[in-house]
């Protein structure tokens, strides 16, 4: 085997993948790159804040993506990590004078935390169950951040400052833009490289087959607490980002309709695929910066694309182009 | 601390409101998840569509409250039949989680149209005239409303429990549930059955509806905030038994009162905690086989 590879090459690389495998990864590989090269050129031709918020919900999608598309857990609360993040990095960037890149650990570090004890509790359930149960518990994040006095109810956390990158770099411009490009990108390598990892393998099994996973010796509540626990960091971090750049953290990233939009982000791009939920993110939220003059048209919006989603459309975009590229690779 | 009696009393009855609410809407949950294994993320939406059903019947066609009661679950039940031959019998292939992502959609779409015509602002729905007033029991006032509404919910949940658990069509809805094709070999037309199930679930959630809107204001939000709290109440409760459901829902709800007096703070999240209490105990839920 090893003698009639040539050094260099895939084959020599992987000596135990098959040829779809290499080929898929060769098509991630690619696909990456395209995606970076578009985003590092994308501020001279779009507006950078629609970048930005784009890219926070991106990361947030891919983050859920891991879990669902992954792990087979549908979180209906995945707002509750997204917002809870996003007031502690709001808060300690305000008041405890953190630099940025602290704040948004901080933030990170919160979710992570919350996802360990709601994940605890979440996980003894499968399914729809575990749909309801993290929803419940969102709402119960939720109440909580309506009432507690650090995250200023209606109001919110408001005029938060940027500050200095490592003390250093005053995030303005597109210093900012490329620092969330930089979170994002190092977001999604982490996710693909765990969904690659042995981790990753164990995860998909568990998720095609739970009985036959515990039967060859595998802890699968550890499994999926710890899938669970680094989605919800990955939020975090999303949701720690996004009150940066916005300077705000409030009510709507922790309440539950937030929760669907992540869901359907991920759907409308293409359930566990791995580029789908970034495009899903990047369509949700340009239609949501056109369609905002239309108030709650948008809502009805939403649901009509779910509806469609599901009926028609359940492969989502990416997943729709990647069948027909496979369809047309086998036709040749 | 001192009790006041009449303020206890006051948020008891609040409780038991409450509860009338969770044991209607987790009832019909339960009994579509049951025949139809989908969570019905809709089903706030069309308590909500109820009780604007209800108020369109009084302020457009001048059909009061009698009326309401009788036309709303009819009005709704063919709502969910169309929702169900439509869209969900496309779904019962596939994982358990399209039907809730749908239901979810249709929940959107509902709550949005109706946002975009009322606002966010309530509409209020007096209380009919015949049930107006109220008893002083001495230690407390009783409206009459709310001792109706709560008297009728009681009789609906214990009525709907007796035609699933004691009668020939509960028998086959309930040999349905474990084992549809077998019951379908035995001449019994189950899609049919399955339509009419969460027809009938859907009229449980228009009539709360309609029970509701002299309650609370009618408002295109009353059904999300509430079917939360309801998923949870579910989850309680376990979705195995029809009792269960009633139960826990009465139950859960005096809990909401007694906390909303005596630690006021909690009374908005503990039935959340309840929630992941049971879940690290007993994860079936209290009356839920495994």
Redesign the interface.
């Known amino acids: 085997m090893a003698a009639d590879t040539k050094p260099g090459s895939d084959e020599a690389l992987h000596p135990l993948a098959s040829r779809d495998e290499l080929r898929e990864a060769r098509y991630h590989r690619n696909g990456f790159v395209v995606l970076f090269a578009i985003l590092v050129v994308a501020p001279a031709v779009l507006y950078p804040v629609f970048l930005m918020q784009a890219l926070c919900f991106a990361l947030f999608a891919c983050a859920f993506n891991l879990l669902l598309g992954f792990g087979g857990l549908l979180s209906f609360g995945h707002a509750m990590f997204l917002g809870m993040a996003g007031y502690l990095s709001a808060h300690a960037a305000k008041h405890w004078g953190f630099t940025p890149e602290l704040a948004i650990l901080t933030g990170t570090g919160t979710a992570a935390a919350l996802g360990f004890v709601t994940g605890l509790i979440a996980i003894r359930r499968q399914g729809i169950y575990f749909a309801m149960i993290t929803l419940a518990l969102a709402q119960m994040v939720f109440f909580y951040c309506v009432q507690a006095p650090f995250t200023g109810g209606e109001d919110g956390i408001q005029a938060v400052p940027r500050g200095k990158l490592l003390g250093l770099v005053p995030l303005q411009g597109l210093a900012m833009y490329y620092t969330v490009l930089a979170i994002f990108a190092a977001g999604v390598l982490l996710i693909h490289r765990v969904i690659h990892s042995p981790f990753g393998q164990v995860l998909k099994a568990i998720r095609d087959n739970e009985p036959r996973a515990i039967s060859l010796g595998y802890r699968t509540e550890r499994y999926k607490l710890a899938a669970f626990v680094m989605s919800a960091a990955l939020s975090g971090l999303a949701g720690a980002t996004k009150a940066i750049v916005f300077q705000l953290a409030s009510l709507t990233d922790v309440h539950w309709t937030m929760s669907g939009e992540v869901v359907l982000m991920t759907l409308v791009g293409g359930l566990g695929t791995v580029f789908g939920p970034v495009v899903g993110a990047f369509v949700l939220v340009a239609m949501q910066s056109y369609l905002s003059q239309l108030g709650a048209w948008f809502t009805v919006a939403e649901g009509v694309i779910f509806v469609a989603c599901v009926l028609a459309f359940r492969r989502g975009i990416v997943g729709e182009l990647e069948a027909w590229l496979r369809r047309r690779r086998q036709k040749h | 601390m001192s009790i006041s009696v009449p303020a206890l009393m006051g948020q008891l009855l609040i409780g038991l409101i409450n509860g009338s609410f969770y044991a209607l809407l987790s009832l019909g949950l339960a009994v579509i998840?049951g025949l139809l294994n989908i969570?019905n993320f809709a089903h706030g939406a069309q308590y909500m569509l109820g009780a604007f059903v209800a108020w369109f019947l009084l302020n457009q066609a001048g059909l009061g409250y009698w009326w309401a009661l009788l036309l709303v679950p009819v009005v709704l039940a063919v709502v969910g039949i169309a929702i169900e031959r439509l869209?969900l019998k496309?779904?019962y292939k596939?994982d358990?989680?399209?039907g809730?992502?749908?239901t979810?959609?249709?929940?959107?779409?509902?709550?949005?149209?109706f946002?975009?015509k009322f606002g966010s602002a309530g509409l209020p729905y007096s209380i009919p005239e015949g049930l107006s007033g109220g008893y002083n029991l001495g230690f407390m006032f009783l409206p009459k409303y709310r001792a109706w509404v709560i008297l009728a919910s009681l009789a609906i949940c214990l009525g709907t429990w007796f035609m699933i658990e004691r009668t020939k069509l509960g028998s086959y809805l309930r040999a349905a549930t474990e084992n549809p094709s077998m019951v379908q070999a035995f001449g019994v037309n189950v899609p049919r059955m399955v339509t009419l199930t969460y027809g009938f679930g859907v009229g449980l959630a228009g009539l709360a509806g309609a029970f509701a809107a002299p309650i609370y204001q009618v408002s295109p939000q009353m059904g999300?905030?509430l079917i939360?709290?309801v998923?949870?109440v579910?989850?309680i409760g376990g979705m195995g038994s029809i009792m269960g459901s009633i139960v826990t829902g009465f139950g859960l709800g005096i809990i909401e009162g007694l906390t909303k007096y005596f630690y006021p703070?909690a009374s908005?999240?503990v039935?959340?905690?309840i929630?992941?209490i049971v879940?690290?105990v007993r994860?079936q839920g209290l009356f839920g086989q495994r």
């Open positions: 998840f969570i869209m496309h779904l596939l358990h989680l399209y809730l992502l749908l979810f959609g249709l929940a959107l779409v509902l709550e949005g149209l946002t975009h999300s905030s939360i709290v998923f949870a579910v989850v703070e908005s999240t039935i959340f905690v929630m992941a879940l690290m994860p």
